[in-house]
């Protein structure tokens, strides 16, 4: 299944990516991870730093599915604001909901720390504005809701959002414990930390996810490979019967510029706003500008260049009514599939019905502090041990 067409730009920054060999006879484990995503990679450097082991096979190339399409902002505060999880599931679900993603910012941003290799991951604050007027109200209750449970936020007025950014909206918050990464080089560097922690990486190994008997699966190709634990990684791929009625599909685009002036805006925060679809935007460490949006209900990708680079350019022209005469001059430009779940809360945990059988699968647009997190999550299942979240994310809750 394609998850994304036009040019993209995070695979022109490695020149030597991680390469392997694929299953040609039978394998034994303690821990399958079926998918080389940043969902699989992260699993496979949690499990391992503890002394499993595990293999993780890929039926393409490590990072090269969605991960490649992501514009790598990663942020603590959902699609979903705080308050409107609070009324659809109850304040206290929310604050726990919100404190899961926190709390996975914080472990990424250690675990970046020990890689030692040129990830491009920064911590970077995030500015979220209100697009009208209309909006100040809702950002304001957010506001209150974010400081009753200490969550990293401020609020910026007008003047001071003027004053401050050159921003000239009604308002916004700025949050923090935020950061922005090249997602392809995260992936290379923790495939390294991987190997080191003995995880057996295969390629080009489709798994027939259809036939699962117990504790044996086959590849496509007949070799089977035996296993204590499997978890599910395969992102947007495949679509499990568990939750094939809980999803919603759309299309998105993004774009990344040609480098430009430093210092393109104060502090190089991230930018978000309330509109529905929103416009989002970042800078690279080479000043770049990666920016995203025009979300359209569509389950198919856009293959025509022209209007993948119509869509683009529409963007950076929302961009530069923010902050003119930047004169974005575009140099990749693609879209992409992106799932989410009908409540906003991604699916990860056990199989109700397998035992032996877990998921992670991160959708909403936090895909990557939900791989955080629920890579813990799974480490606390197959382990065990009680985990104050995995309820509110288990895949069979009712939506």
């Known amino acids: 299944m394609k998850l994304y067409s036009g040019s993209l730009y995070w695979d022109k920054t490695v020149d030597t990516p991680y390469r392997f ?67 659809d599931i109850g304040e206290e679900r929310g604050r726990l909901f919100y404190r899961m993603c926190l709390e996975a910012m914080d472990q990424l941003t250690l675990l970046n720390q020990s890689l030692g290799g040129k990830t491009e991951y920064r911590s970077i604050d995030s500015l979220y504005y209100a697009s009208e007027k209309k909006d100040v109200e809702k950002l304001v209750r957010e506001y209150a809701l974010l400081r009753k449970y200490d969550f990293p936020v401020e609020f910026l007025n007008e003047e001071q959002l003027k004053r401050i950014y050159q921003i ?89 510029s040609k480098p430009m002036k430093d210092d393109l805006w104060k502090d190089d925060v991230m930018v978000w706003e309330t509109k529905n679809p929103y416009l989002y935007f970042r800078t690279t ?76 699968l991160g959708y909403e647009g936090n895909g990557m502090c939900y791989s955080m997190a629920g890579a813990m999550i799974l480490k606390d299942d197959i382990l065990g041990k009680p985990n104050l979240y995995k309820d509110i994310v288990r895949l069979d809750r009712g939506i």
């Open 285 to 360: 460490m080479d000043h770049r500008i990666i920016g995203g949006g025009l979300d359209e209900d569509q389950k198919e990708l856009e293959q025509d260049g022209e209007k993948i680079m119509a869509k683009a350019k529409r963007i950076a022209g929302q961009i530069e009514a923010i902050f003119p005469n930047f004169g974005i001059q575009i140099d990749a430009a693609w879209n992409a599939l992106f799932y989410g779940s009908k409540d906003g809360i991604p699916f990860i945990g056990k199989d109700p019905d397998q035992g032996n059988r877990y998921y992670l």
């Open 168 to 256: 000239h909206k009604p308002c916004a918050l700025r949050t923090w414990h935020d950061a922005d990464v090249n997602p392809y080089r995260l992936i290379q560097s923790l495939t390294r930390k991987n190997i080191e922690q003995g995880v057996r990486y295969y390629e080009n190994t489709e798994l027939d996810l259809d036939n699962i008997k117990g504790n044996m699966i086959l590849t496509k190709e007949g070799h089977p490979i035996q296993f204590e634990n499997l978890i599910l990684t395969t992102g947007y791929s495949k679509i499990y019967p568990i939750i094939k009625d809980k999803i919603i599909i759309r299309r998105t685009y993004a774009f990344c």
């Open 21 to 87: 060999e694929k299953v040609k006879e039978g394998k034994r484990t303690q821990v399958l991870i079926a998918g080389g995503g940043i969902s699989g990679t992260l699993c496979a450097n949690v499990l391992s730093a503890l002394g499993m082991d595990v293999i993780l096979a890929e039926k393409n190339k490590i990072g090269i599915g969605s991960s490649l399409a992501s514009t790598g902002l990663l942020q603590y505060r959902s699609d979903k604001m705080l308050c409107e999880f609070a009324d």
